[in-house]
């Protein structure tokens, strides 16, 4: 069953149609990366599917559990931290819930803190749990680690293939890079002049950086996005 279907979606600013008729299925459970040049369109449709924006055209089946974390952790600073995760939960189990969600993240210990006194990764960590601790049926990830550094970032990723594999929620996660697409997703799509251009499955052994199905998928997804020429007998 699925968890999001976007039905020939169109989206306009002005003369330019970035969005062109998009077609989009994802799956209860199915973790799926985006990816696309620069400016084709891919947080336009994020924020269509996260309800930000509107479209102009097409239709949109979004589950109301959804939630998006953003490249900046946009944590308010006047609350503490646990206050950020627990942000909209009923008072009686809120701080309790909030919790949990952190020590998932591995920083219950810094429930009482103040998000200033937290390093970029551990903010983007409290965001996750601020994300999954409402228990989403769909999580946006609209480049969430892209502005950590590569070793944080490779944490986060283990982080967040346990997380969701454990909650299980339909995931889109928007990204320049590559190999995380690869790493963590069950299906990587790429976008081209408004609509989803291709759709790769991710096997298993792909997820090995080392083999060579890792390999292979990566350069055929660098040629889809025209960084480098396609493989001839590919
Ligand atoms: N509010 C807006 N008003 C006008 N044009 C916009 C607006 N938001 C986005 N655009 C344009 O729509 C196009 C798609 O933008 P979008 O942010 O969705 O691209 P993207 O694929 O996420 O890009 P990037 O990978 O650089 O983040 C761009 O050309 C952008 O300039």
Redesign the pocket.
């Known amino acids: 069953m699925s968890t999001v279907v976007a039905s020939r979606v169109t989206r306009r ?1 002005g003369e ?1 149609t ?1 969005l062109d008729g998009l077609d989009l299925e994802i799956e209860r459970g199915e973790f799926v990366a985006l990816l ?1 040049k ?7 449709l994020l924020r269509a599917l996260a309800g930000l924006d509107p479209v102009d055209g097409g239709t949109l089946e979004v589950p109301e559990r959804r939630t998006v974390v953003f490249q900046e952790h946009r944590l308010l600073p006047w609350w503490k931290v646990w206050r950020n995760v627990a942000i909209g939960l009923p008072r009686a189990t809120a701080r309790a819930r909030a919790q949990s969600a952190l020590e998932e993240v591995g920083l219950d210990k810094h429930a009482d803190a103040w998000p200033v006194t937290l390093s970029g990764g551990e903010a983007q960590r409290v965001a996750l749990a601020r994300a999954l601790v409402r228990e989403p049926e769909l999580l946006l990830l609209d480049e969430p680690f892209a502005a950590l550094d590569a070793l944080t970032r490779l944490r986060m990723h283990g982080l967040v293939r346990d997380l969701t594999t454990r909650h299980r929620p339909a995931v889109l996660l ?1 990204t ?1 890079d590559v190999d995380e697409a690869i790493l963590l997703a069950d299906r990587v799509l790429t976008m081209r002049d408004g609509r989803i251009a291709a759709a790769h499955e991710v096997a298993s052994e792909a997820r090995d950086r080392g083999s060579a199905p890792f390999a292979a998928l990566r350069h055929a997804l660098l040629g889809e996005l025209g960084v480098v020429e396609p493989l001839e007998h590919a």
Do not use: A, D, F, L
């Open positions: 600013y330019r970035v696309g620069s400016g084709c369109g891919k947080t336009t928007v320049h």
